[in-house]
């Protein structure tokens, strides 16, 4: 299983960036997806989260209406469209890959995300 991340930077409070996580090594379309965020001294935590044929998707509550998820199974990708940036959006954002048999969580390296002026 590889997850590769891509798209993070600097953005300016009320900017945008989209980050996208290249799978390989798995059957994608039957995985579920996830971004998680890991900022300095703060754990882990869940942003969003979208099932195998991305018709189902969950968001924490501090991203909801700014953030969207998406997958393109014939691309073997998850994307994460970031809108309204906010400096407490800054983090490092971790792509996730979970699904059958066994459901063992599979992480991505992980992409950097400013958000400051």
């Known amino acids: 299983v590889q997850l590769v991340e891509s798209g993070g930077g600097l953005a300016q409070p009320g900017g945008s960036l989209r980050l996208s996580c290249a799978a390989s090594g798995f059957t994608f379309s039957s995985y579920f997806m996830s971004w998680y965020r890991q900022a300095p001294g703060k754990e882990r935590e869940l942003v969003a989260g979208?099932?195998?044929?991305?018709?189902?998707?969950m968001y924490a509550d501090s991203v909801k209406g700014r953030f969207t998820i998406s997958r393109d199974n014939a691309k073997n990708t998850v994307y994460l469209q970031m809108n309204s940036l906010k400096p407490e959006d800054t983090a490092v954002y971790y792509c996730?890959?979970?699904?059958?048999?066994?459901?063992?969580?599979?992480w991505g390296q992980g992409t950097q995300v400013t958000v400051s002026s």
């Open positions: 996730n890959a979970k699904g059958p048999p066994r459901w063992i969580p599979h």
């Open positions: 979208i099932n195998s044929a991305g018709g189902n998707t």
